[in-house]
C-alpha cells in the first residue's frame, strides 16, 4: 500500500514533463518570420509576455529590458509576444514593432511575430498556456501578461498586467526560478 502514493507521484512528475516537453514543441515564429520554438530556450528561464506598442502598460519595456540585461547571463530570456488582441493596442507590421521597440526602449530581448493570445485564432503556445489543463488556466485578460516558465520548460508562476517587471513579486520568482536546476 505505501507504493501507491509513491506511484501517484510519479504519475504526477511524468506528466508535467510530458506537458513540459508538449509547450517547448509547440511551433511559433520569430519577429522575422523565422520559425522557432521555446526549445530554443531549453536549460533557460523564460519570461513570455504578450506586449503591444500603444497600451497603458507599454512602458513596462524598459522593465522588461532591465529584468533582461540584469538575469541574462544567469540564464533568464525574456520573449515578447506582440498580440493585437486588446484594444487594437499592436496595430503594426513585424518592422514596425521592430523599430519601435528598438528605438524608444532599447529592446534586444527576442520578440515572436504578432499572435493571438485569446479567441477563435489563439495560438496553440496560448491554447496550451491557458487552457483547462494548464497551469494557470484561463485567458490573459489584457496586454503584458506574464508567464514564467522553468529551465525544464514547466510553467512556474503566472502574473497579470499590473505587476510590474521591477515589482518583488516577479523578481523573487526569477531568482528562485533561476536557483532551481
Not at 513540459?20 to 520569430?30: E, F, G, K, T, V
Request: hydrophobic share 40%; proline share 6%.
Amino acid at each position: 500500500m505505501r507504493s501507491f502514493p509513491r506511484l501517484l507521484a510519479l504519475i504526477a512528475s511524468v506528466s508535467t514533463l510530458l506537458a513540459a516537453s508538449n509547450l517547448q514543441s509547440i511551433p511559433i515564429r520569430d519577429i522575422d518570420g523565422k520559425d522557432t520554438s521555446l526549445k530554443t530556450f531549453d536549460g533557460k528561464v523564460v519570461l513570455l509576455v504578450n506586449v503591444a506598442s500603444q497600451c497603458g502598460y507599454t512602458p513596462q519595456y524598459k522593465g522588461l529590458e532591465a529584468l533582461f540585461r540584469k538575469f541574462k547571463d544567469k540564464g533568464l530570456v525574456v520573449v515578447g509576444a506582440p498580440c493585437n488582441d486588446f484594444g487594437a493596442q499592436e496595430p503594426g507590421s513585424a518592422s514596425d514593432i521592430k523599430e519601435f521597440c528598438s528605438s524608444k526602449y532599447q529592446v534586444t530581448f527576442p520578440l515572436l511575430e504578432k499572435i493571438h493570445v485569446k479567441g477563435s485564432e489563439q495560438h496553440p503556445l496560448y491554447a496550451a498556456l491557458t487552457g483547462p489543463k494548464a497551469s494557470f488556466p484561463g485567458d490573459v485578460k489584457w496586454n503584458f501578461g506574464k508567464f514564467l516558465i522553468g529551465r525544464d520548460g514547466s510553467v512556474l508562476k503566472r502574473f497579470d498586467s499590473g505587476v510590474a517587471p521591477d515589482s518583488g513579486e516577479l523578481t523573487q520568482a526569477i531568482e528562485a526560478a533561476l536557483a532551481r536546476n
